[in-house]
């Protein structure tokens, strides 16, 4: 007696269906996408997702990274070296240089998250972009919950929750008029676990402030800072020695650590599955400004 075979996906086979969907799906609506990518786990997916979405050609549109100038060194130099394996386009939307030019002025804090957003608008306007896809997801802060995977903007870029499109049996309603755009969210859907789980089936390289290694910390309002040249401790804080690892990749100055024994993926998956605070509320020091902190920059145009 045969068996019959099982057709079933799996829960992380069936987010990845609906991702590769989506980059088809907007790869046939919109003329000029772009990709998104910070070097953080979210971005590295989506990457994996578009090369399998367009297997055996090449991605059919450029990657776009938002260089604030505050990078971990580490995720700049795995940014460039993925990108030459993948043989795309590389386009940098330089923070400083928008500075330099006084189309942006640094905020006081120290962050430059609000500030990354007219360097987007313009290098999108410069381009042409269409679509930009973003690596965001449901379960990471309450705006982003909020926002459909095809996310409409107006002319100047903003996003208005009150006016986003039906996403009935995943149709995608990607029709705009000149100016306009639509940011797409292809890992909507997935929680951080999803996303870890994704990486570890898929042995994929990730940089190594991923996981736990002894680093040079210092305390600051509760989180643990690098001790580093983007950073430095303030009088009053000491720096010591802890085994810590990155739940995010934000920018150096503001990005915190997270005491950690996760030394391999499988270590980070058990860590990841207990927790109950999201990586943006637990790292994220520019997100603590107010509880409407990332819907405001959204509305603004942020990503």
Known sequence: MTTAPDYRLSHLQALEAESIHIFREVAAELERPALMFSGGKDSIVMLRLAEKAFWPARIPFPVLHVDTGLNFPEVIDFRDRRVAQLKVELVVASVPDAIERGLVQPEPNGSRNR??????????????????????????????????????????????????????????????????????????????????????????????????????????????????????????????????????????????????????????????????????????GDDRVSEAAMEDRKKEGYF
Not at 130 to 158: H, M, V
Not at 159 to 175: A, F, I, S, T, V
Not at 218 to 244: H, I
Request: charged share 30%.
């Open 115 to 284: 500030i990354q957003t007219p360097v987007l608008l313009e290098t999108a306007r410069q381009h042409r972009f269409t679509a930009l896809f973003g690596g965001a997801r449901r379960d990471e802060e309450k705006a982003r919950a909020k926002e459909r995977i095809f996310s409409f903007r107006d002319e100047f870029g903003q996003w208005d929750p009150k006016n986003q499109r039906p996403e009935l049996w995943n149709l995608y309603n990607g029709r705009i008029h000149l100016g306009e755009s639509i940011r797409v969210f292809p890992l909507s859907n997935w929680t951080e676990l999803d996303v870890w789980y994704y990486i570890g089936a898929q042995e994929l390289e990730i940089p190594d402030l991923y996981l736990a290694r002894g680093r040079e910390v210092f305390e600051r309002d509760g989180m643990l800072y690098a001790a580093n040249d983007l950073c430095p401790p303030r009088d009053g804080e000491t720096v010591f020695t802890a085994k810590v690892r990155y739940r995010t990749m934000g920018d150096a100055n503001l990005t915190a650590a997270v005491r950690s024994e996760a030394e391999t993926v499988d270590r980070i998956i058990d860590e990841i599955a207990i927790t109950r605070l999201t990586e943006r509320g637990a790292t994220r």
